[in-house]
Protein backbone atom coordinates (compact mmCIF):
# COMPACT_ATOMS: atom_id res chain seq x y z
CA UNK A 1 0.00 0.00 0.00
CA UNK A 2 1.33 3.21 -1.08
CA UNK A 3 -0.16 6.23 0.50
CA UNK A 4 0.45 9.95 -1.06
CA UNK A 5 0.33 13.20 0.43
CA UNK A 6 1.00 16.41 -1.56
CA UNK A 7 4.10 18.42 0.53
CA UNK A 8 3.42 22.00 0.71
CA UNK A 9 6.62 25.15 1.01
CA UNK A 10 6.44 27.44 3.77
CA UNK A 11 7.82 30.85 3.81
CA UNK A 12 9.21 29.84 6.85
CA UNK A 13 12.20 27.63 4.83
CA UNK A 14 15.51 28.15 6.72
CA UNK A 15 13.98 30.44 9.36
CA UNK A 16 15.83 29.85 12.86
CA UNK A 17 14.59 29.76 16.31
CA UNK A 18 15.92 29.47 19.56
CA UNK A 19 14.20 27.08 22.15
CA UNK A 20 14.22 28.41 25.61
CA UNK A 21 14.78 25.66 28.28
CA UNK A 22 14.36 25.49 32.06
CA UNK A 23 17.96 26.44 32.71
CA UNK A 24 18.18 29.80 31.08
CA UNK A 25 19.51 28.34 28.12
CA UNK A 26 18.95 28.37 24.48
CA UNK A 27 19.26 25.65 21.98
CA UNK A 28 18.47 25.80 18.07
CA UNK A 29 16.44 24.79 15.65
CA UNK A 30 16.11 25.39 11.44
CA UNK A 31 12.74 25.57 9.95
CA UNK A 32 12.96 22.97 6.74
CA UNK A 33 10.36 22.28 4.14
CA UNK A 34 7.18 22.22 5.20
CA UNK A 35 6.83 21.47 8.96
CA UNK A 36 9.96 19.56 9.67
CA UNK A 37 12.22 21.18 11.76
CA UNK A 38 15.65 19.93 12.50
CA UNK A 39 17.08 20.39 16.15
CA UNK A 40 20.68 20.67 17.16
CA UNK A 41 22.89 19.38 19.52
CA UNK A 42 23.94 22.97 20.70
CA UNK A 43 23.29 24.37 23.89
CA UNK A 44 23.94 28.37 24.51
CA UNK A 45 23.07 31.36 27.01
CA UNK A 46 22.85 33.66 23.99
CA UNK A 47 19.85 33.50 21.83
CA UNK A 48 21.88 34.34 18.93
CA UNK A 49 22.08 32.25 15.82
CA UNK A 50 25.38 30.02 16.09
CA UNK A 51 28.25 30.27 13.94
CA UNK A 52 28.24 27.48 11.10
CA UNK A 53 24.86 26.45 11.94
CA UNK A 54 24.05 23.96 9.62
CA UNK A 55 27.53 22.45 10.00
CA UNK A 56 26.46 21.41 13.66
CA UNK A 57 25.39 18.03 14.53
CA UNK A 58 21.96 17.22 14.61
CA UNK A 59 20.08 16.17 17.75
CA UNK A 60 16.99 14.93 15.69
CA UNK A 61 14.03 16.19 12.73
CA UNK A 62 10.74 15.99 13.55
CA UNK A 63 7.02 17.44 12.46
CA UNK A 64 6.23 20.24 14.92
CA UNK A 65 2.74 21.64 14.68
CA UNK A 66 1.43 24.80 12.94
CA UNK A 67 1.95 27.13 15.10
CA UNK A 68 3.71 25.87 18.26
CA UNK A 69 6.98 28.02 17.65
CA UNK A 70 4.61 30.88 18.96
CA UNK A 71 2.83 28.94 21.27
CA UNK A 72 5.66 27.52 22.85
CA UNK A 73 7.59 30.95 23.12
CA UNK A 74 10.72 30.22 20.50
CA UNK A 75 12.30 33.53 19.50
CA UNK A 76 12.85 33.59 15.83
CA UNK A 77 16.18 34.94 15.70
CA UNK A 78 16.81 34.89 11.91
CA UNK A 79 17.04 33.00 8.47
CA UNK A 80 19.54 31.20 7.32
CA UNK A 81 19.91 30.07 3.36
CA UNK A 82 19.57 25.70 3.24
CA UNK A 83 21.37 23.45 0.94
CA UNK A 84 21.46 19.85 0.76
CA UNK A 85 20.02 17.61 3.68
CA UNK A 86 17.89 20.54 5.16
CA UNK A 87 15.79 21.08 1.56
CA UNK A 88 15.05 17.32 1.25
CA UNK A 89 12.34 15.79 2.90
CA UNK A 90 13.26 13.56 6.06
CA UNK A 91 12.30 10.41 6.24
CA UNK A 92 10.13 8.77 9.17
CA UNK A 93 8.95 5.81 10.28
CA UNK A 94 5.33 4.88 9.63
CA UNK A 95 3.70 1.97 11.38
CA UNK A 96 -0.27 1.99 11.60
CA UNK A 97 -1.87 1.49 14.99
CA UNK A 98 -2.98 -1.81 15.03
CA UNK A 99 -0.96 -3.24 11.70
CA UNK A 100 2.27 -4.85 11.61
CA UNK A 101 3.32 -3.41 8.66
CA UNK A 102 6.10 -1.09 8.76
CA UNK A 103 6.26 2.66 6.13
CA UNK A 104 8.88 4.45 5.34
CA UNK A 105 6.91 8.18 4.80
CA UNK A 106 9.08 10.78 2.91
CA UNK A 107 7.63 13.53 0.67
CA UNK A 108 4.38 12.84 1.25
CA UNK A 109 4.54 9.17 0.49
CA UNK A 110 4.71 6.21 2.56
CA UNK A 111 6.24 3.29 0.99
CA UNK A 112 6.17 -0.68 2.39
CA UNK A 113 9.50 -1.42 4.72
CA UNK A 114 10.84 -4.00 6.30
CA UNK A 115 11.92 -3.31 10.75
CA UNK A 116 15.24 -3.44 9.72
CA UNK A 117 14.89 -0.50 6.95
CA UNK A 118 12.96 1.29 9.84
CA UNK A 119 14.83 0.58 12.78
CA UNK A 120 17.09 3.82 13.26
CA UNK A 121 14.33 6.24 11.86
CA UNK A 122 12.20 9.02 13.64
CA UNK A 123 9.06 8.28 14.19
CA UNK A 124 6.49 9.89 12.30
CA UNK A 125 4.53 12.22 14.34
CA UNK A 126 3.75 15.74 14.82
CA UNK A 127 5.02 17.35 18.12
CA UNK A 128 4.26 20.29 20.07
CA UNK A 129 5.75 22.84 21.81
CA UNK A 130 5.81 21.63 25.65
CA UNK A 131 6.55 17.79 24.14
CA UNK A 132 9.55 19.17 22.28
CA UNK A 133 10.76 21.33 25.18
CA UNK A 134 11.05 18.02 27.25
CA UNK A 135 12.53 15.67 24.75
CA UNK A 136 15.26 18.34 24.36
CA UNK A 137 15.62 18.42 28.08
CA UNK A 138 16.25 14.47 28.11
CA UNK A 139 18.20 14.48 24.90
CA UNK A 140 20.48 17.01 27.22
CA UNK A 141 20.29 15.05 30.16
CA UNK A 142 21.58 11.85 27.92
CA UNK A 143 18.22 10.40 28.41
CA UNK A 144 16.02 8.85 25.42
CA UNK A 145 13.05 10.36 25.17
CA UNK A 146 9.82 9.27 27.13
CA UNK A 147 7.71 9.96 24.65
CA UNK A 148 9.26 8.39 21.77
CA UNK A 149 9.59 5.40 23.92
CA UNK A 150 6.32 5.26 24.55
CA UNK A 151 4.68 5.17 21.24
CA UNK A 152 6.55 2.73 20.14
CA UNK A 153 5.68 0.54 22.98
CA UNK A 154 2.18 1.50 22.30
CA UNK A 155 2.85 0.83 18.63
CA UNK A 156 4.33 -2.64 19.41
CA UNK A 157 7.77 -1.11 17.91
CA UNK A 158 11.50 -2.46 19.29
CA UNK A 159 13.01 0.11 20.82
Known sequence: MVVEKKMRHSGNLG???AVPLGDKSFTFCVNCI???FTFFDYLSD???IPDLLLGLPIAFRIFVGK???KHGKWL???KVELDGEFL???KFLHKPVGSDEYFIYQDGK???ASLSEVKDLELFSVWFSEHVRKRLEEYYDGKKSSAVL???KHLGIPV
Do not use: C, F, M
Request: aromatic residues 4%.
Open 15 to 17: KVY
Open 34 to 36: GQE
Open 46 to 48: SAT
Open 67 to 69: GEP
Open 76 to 78: EIG
Open 88 to 90: LSG
Open 110 to 112: SNP
Open 150 to 152: AIK
